[in-house]
């Protein structure tokens, strides 16, 4: 029992919010699963596998943490040319999904090369501010550094998968601001990024094609209209900009604020809002409980992009608040650790990570209860996922590693 014990070591918050977040991601990826069994056939052999997913995290964890976290700087010369030629080599030729290239395969393992770069980012920025770090904050040179990195890696992620480069450059902005890099560059940084945000919706609406469809009340699967609209958009602008036509139809949906008659709205277009806000709405304050859920066979993505509108359908607006608490705890608990550190580096790193998380859970949250446009984040620890799973459990394990590994500030007694 001592030995079990004793590889769960690290921070025992963190490894309780981990495995709270696992029981409610079985326990509602089962559930949602209903499209993926119906298709494979069989009720156990989706969930089996998504079990056996984390548990394969759950292992990469245990191996992590087991890493000091010094070494993790020898990761950065070597992760950096690997994530930026996998990046370039799935634009190349990767494989296609919902018109997007995201993933490639090595010795048949399939994975997207842009969960690999975001935390490659967040290991380089944490160590050139960790390195450039003065009494007076961070080396204003460390600003040019971090720009060079994170705008090059972003420009790649974002050609295929937009949403990933803008969460990735809103968790580098919020530790650029944690690393002290100087006001005047950081006011600048803001202003310079309004103004791209602006251009590149502009460019969006306008070089992005209208893709009107004809509706069709029997299909309701959005994820097929938008593979349609990414190919027409593609055979119609080509190279760059193929991605244009689904981007300028979610800005256009979530801007929109038409009113729609019940009788007259389109599920075909608008089938995952449909179904996500009837979810939502149905649900009460302790939900139908696990597995009751009805919008799972009509909500395409259900057990992913999805998943946090079927557990509020199923859990109420408890579960839907528990989901919040857990993630607002393992960023406050990483403060904490990060706090305690004696050294900048770690302290960095793992703040960049669990910043990581959070904001993807906020996005993935937002755009489930319809607050944000569609982006096709999945909820970390929670939806069903084979490569973002993994790299978020390596995220954990290094939370772990630093809170266990890491040298601590000496504290002075009075």
């Known amino acids: 029992m001592a030995k079990v014990y004793n590889l769960f070591k690290g921070d025992k918050v963190i490894w309780m919010v981990f495995f709270f977040l696992c029981m409610i991601s079985i326990v509602e990826v089962y559930s949602a699963s209903s499209e993926l069994t119906y298709k494979s056939g069989s009720f156990t052999a989706p969930i089996l596998k998504h079990v056996g997913m984390l548990i394969g995290g759950l292992a990469i964890i245990i191996v992590t943490l087991n890493i000091p976290c010094r070494f993790f700087k020898i990761l950065t010369p070597i992760l950096l040319p690997f994530s930026f030629f996998t990046l370039l080599y799935v634009i190349a030729v990767g494989e296609a999904t919902n018109g997007a290239q995201r993933w490639m395969s090595i010795l048949g393992v399939q994975f997207q090369p842009s969960e690999i770069a975001k935390g490659t980012v967040i290991l380089a920025v944490a160590q050139i501010l960790s390195f450039m770090q003065t009494d007076n904050g961070a080396d204003k040179r460390a600003f040019t550094w971090i720009l060079c990195v994170a705008g090059l890696f972003a420009v790649l992620i974002g050609l295929e ?148 509108a079927i557990i509020i359908e199923e859990m109420g607006i408890i579960g839907a608040a528990a989901v919040v608490f857990l993630f607002i705890v393992l960023l406050f608990r990483v403060g904490h650790i990060a706090n305690n550190c004696e050294r900048n580096f770690p302290a960095f790193l793992i703040l960049g990570l669990a910043l990581m998380l959070t904001t993807q859970a906020m996005f993935n949250m937002c755009v489930a209860v319809g607050i944000a446009p569609v982006t096709g984040q999945p909820l970390p620890l929670i939806s069903k996922g084979g490569t973002s799973t993994l790299i978020n459990c390596a995220y954990i394990g290094v939370i772990l590693s630093v809170s266990r590994s890491a040298r601590k500030k000496e504290v002075t007694e009075n």
Not at 181 to 196: D, E, H, K, M
Not at 262 to 278: C, L, M, R, V, Y
Request: aromatic share 8%.
């Open 161 to 308: 998968n937009l949403s990933t480069a803008a969460l990735l450059l809103v968790v580098v902005y919020l530790m650029m601001i944690i690393g002290r890099i100087p006001a005047y560059l950081i006011g600048r940084l803001t202003a310079v990024c309004v103004i791209g945000v602006l251009m590149i919706v502009g460019l969006v609406m306008w070089l992005g094609e209208d893709n009107d469809t004809t509706s069709d009340p029997k299909n309701v699967a959005t994820e097929q209209v938008e593979t349609q609209t990414a190919k027409a958009s593609s055979s119609s602008s080509g190279g760059l900009f193929h991605r244009f036509g689904t981007w300028k139809n979610r800005i256009k949906n979530f801007t929109s604020d038409k009113e729609v008659d019940p009788s007259t709205f389109d599920w075909d277009k608008d089938g995952q809002k449909g179904h996500a806000n009837i979810a939502i709405a149905t649900s009460g304050i302790i939900g139908k409980g696990p597995g009751n859920s009805v919008e799972r066979d009509w909500l395409p993505q259900a057990f992913s992009d999805f998943i946090y």
